[in-house]
């Protein structure tokens, strides 16, 4: 009997996907990760490449595009592990760094997810609330409060349901919100002033170009990397693995590149698209009143289904960590902790970028070393399957800490962490490095760089120390 059907709980967990279950194409993956990145969360990341790293628009496209593509180009291949095991990105997790040793990548996997549920959230609240405020509604933390209940409760209601529910209702929402989006895009566009389009100062290759490119690459694709096998473990192994990749990649970089673009453009009449606590509510205010209320459900809309997947993973990331209870009732327990960080957001925060740029760039070191340490396994060890069986056992082949990949990953973050700043007094303690490069407002401090110092060193240190372990992993598994 089929335990992952539309409009019914999965009973699956964190266990592998057996080949009888599995159904789908390549082409598949393409809705849902096109309607987790339609968010208008997109035009404020152009904002930022603008205002905050003083980009020109050519600038502006080129840091888009490469960090975009190739940051989702990560996502791709990491979807493969799920085509080829079956089971959830982070327990697949457990071949480069052991069964217990996993523990470690788990928790930051499970803190940037939540710390990105907590912040989409909050967008979406903060969009209900403009939109009934420029309908005539009085502006009230009530009303703030009833829209975050509206928008936890529909992206949990969602996710309970499991991966086939969210597989249905994404493909239906990239449909709806991707039209609405256009209409969006044209009524906002008369906000567009070309000549100050124009006259955007060229940006500093590394203070500027290198450090958006970064903070996008944060932000869009490097954040889903350790979802990424979640919404492939239901493909069958025989399918195309370029299709997955491409797919995918195609999918989400579609939509983010035209909004971040886009986004660009508005921030050169009006910085408050990149500086204001309520984004979203800057981009309703030029909007014609007809169009408010099909706003509110496309900005809502697209925020919720990012939310949706995040929780969806974030609750099977809680059993990858150890929590024993059914994969719904974990995302109950997650979705209490997002209600709680979002108060913070919604109430106490004077900035909406300085938290949400400093926890981008500090988690997004770890998940650049997690990511290079995932795909060096991948493709040097796993090119004949994983050990199913052994994924869920500390005596198995992967052991239960494989030192070579904790201490990469311990590293390489360490690394990351030193050549980083954060205009966030909460992330104050990074660029502990940076005192031999110009310091914290230096053009290295500035790039955004120990994003990709993290994942290259923490690949490459991987790649060496497992060297003695190629011989016996390649044996094990093939025996498979």
């Not at 955007?200 to 954040?223: F, K, R, V, Y």
């Not at 606590?277 to 289904?305: E, K, N, Q, R």
């Not at 311990?410 to 980083?420: R, Y």
């Amino acid at each position: 009997m089929a335990r992952n059907r539309p409009w019914s709980i999965e009973t699956h967990g964190i266990d592998a996907i057996g080949g009888e279950e599995r159904r789908g194409k390549p082409s598949d993956t393409f809705w849902v990760w096109f309607a987790a990145n339609i968010s208008v969360l997109g035009v404020t990341y152009g904002g930022y490449l603008v205002i905050f790293y003083g980009l020109d628009l050519w600038q502006t496209v080129v840091a888009a595009v490469v960090g975009v593509v190739a940051s989702f180009l990560l996502v791709g291949l990491i979807s493969l592990a799920g085509k080829r095991a079956g089971a959830p990105t982070m327990v697949l997790s457990r071949a480069p760094f052991g069964v217990i040793g996993n523990g470690l990548p788990a928790l930051v996997s499970y803190v940037t997810l939540v710390g990105f549920e907590i912040v989409l959230a909050s967008l979406a609240a903060l969009a209900i609330r403009t939109v009934l405020t420029r309908l005539g509604a009085a502006s009230s933390t009530g009303e703030l409060a009833v829209g975050f209940v509206m928008v936890v409760a529909l992206a949990v209601a969602v996710s309970l349901f499991g991966q086939a529910t969210i597989q249905r209702v994404l493909t239906w929402f990239t449909a709806a919100f991707g039209a609405l989006t256009l209409v969006f895009m044209a009524l906002e566009a008369r906000q567009v002033d070309w000549r100050k389009v124009a006259a955007l100062p060229h940006g500093n290759l590394l203070a500027g170009l290198l450090g958006g490119l970064s903070i996008i690459m944060a932000g869009t694709g490097l954040t889903w990397t350790n979802t990424a096998a979640d919404y492939s473990r239901y493909l069958p192994r025989s399918v195309s693995s370029r299709g997955v990749v491409w797919w995918t990649t195609f999918g989400a970089s579609l939509p983010l590149v035209a909004l971040i673009v886009f986004g660009g453009l508005l921030a050169a009449n009006d910085a408050s698209v990149a500086t204001s606590s309520d984004p979203i509510g800057v981009l309703a205010a030029p909007l014609p009143t007809w169009f408010l209320i099909p706003y509110m459900i496309t900005a809502v809309g697209g925020l919720v289904a990012e939310v949706v997947m995040s929780s969806y993973s974030g609750g099977l990331n809680l059993l990858t960590l150890g929590l024993r209870t059914a994969r719904h009732k974990s995302i109950l327990l997650d979705s209490v902790l997002v209600a709680s960080g979002s108060i913070y957001i919604l109430f106490f925060s004077p900035s909406f970028f300085a938290p949400f740029e400093g926890f981008l760039v500090t988690m997004g070191a770890a998940l650049a070393s997690w990511a290079a340490i995932f795909l060096v396994d991948l493709w040097v060890f796993r090119r004949g399957g994983y050990v199913e069986a052994d994924l869920y056992d500390s005596c198995g082949s992967y052991g239960s800490v494989n030192l070579a990949g904790v201490s990469s990953l311990v590293l390489g973050t360490a690394l990351g962490w030193g050549l980083l700043t954060s205009t966030s007094p909460a992330f104050a303690w990074t660029g502990y490095l940076l005192g031999m490069a110009g310091g914290p407002k230096g053009p290295v401090g500035a790039s955004s760089i120990g994003l990709l110092c993290a994942f290259v060193v923490a690949g490459l240190l991987y790649a060496l120390l497992s060297r003695p372990r190629i011989s016996a992993s390649r044996t094990a598994e093939s025996a498979v």
